[in-house]
Each structure stands twice: as C-alpha cells, then as structure tokens.
Nanobody
Framework: QVQLVQSGGGLVQPGGSLRLSCAAS????????MSWYRQAPGKERELVAA????????TYADSVKGRFTISRDNAKKMVYLQMNSLKPDDTAVYYC????????WGQGTQVTVSS
C-alpha cells in the first residue's frame, strides 16, 4: 500500500532554515509527481511546491518562491523541502502528497517559526 512517511520540521526562529523529508513506498515513485502542502490554523490546505517525476518541472507558491526548494531522489524514493529565510507566516502543518489513483498524504509535520 502507498505510504508517505515524513520527518523533519520543528521550531525555528525567523530567518532560520529547516528541511522536511518524505519517504515513499508502495508505488512506482519515479513515475509520479510529488508535492508539499501546508495548512495553517484556520486556513485551507494550500500547495507549497510540486516536482514532476523526473524533476524537470517544478512549481512553487508565490509566497515561498526564492526561499523554498523542492527536490527528489528517485533512487531513494525520497522527496525533500528545503525551507530557508523562514517567516512566522510559514507556520503550519506540512504534508507530503502523491496522487496515485487517489490522494495520499503523509502524517503531517509541524513547522513553527517564532522568536
């Protein structure tokens, strides 16, 4: 079965960095687009970044362009989100996502940006 297991996240001061990781299993990872979403308290879940199967096409939300970098390692079946210059507005639960006939989500990782 499809599984997405996240790691990383935590508490960081404004301007700091964090890296999220997502380990995938149960599907042919190298053939699927992978995405990161986030959901802040009281807000809808929003797309943060997406990367195509080969990494050739990458999309970012305007709010994170130039600060966040999505990447993947198809050999390790891993997708990453490097987050730099973090702001308090980046505080949210972050989710790894794959659409493999249906939506699959990681367990969610809290990222808190606060001084």
């Amino acid at each position: 079965q499809v599984q997405l297991v996240q790691s990383g996240g935590g508490l960081v001061q404004p301007g700091g960095s964090l890296r999220l990781s997502c380990a995938a299993s149960g599907f042919t990872f190298s053939t699927y687009t992978m995405s990161w979403y986030r959901q802040a308290p009281g807000k809808e879940r929003e797309l943060v970044a997406a990367i195509s199967s080969t990494g050739g096409t990458i999309t970012y939300a305007d709010s994170v362009k130039g600060r966040f970098t999505i990447s993947r390692d198809n050999a390790k079946k891993m997708v990453y989100l490097q987050m730099n210059s973090l702001k308090p507005d980046d505080t949210a639960v972050y989710y790894c996502n794959a659409i493999v006939r249906q939506n699959y989500w990681g367990q969610g990782t809290q990222v808190t940006v606060s001084s």
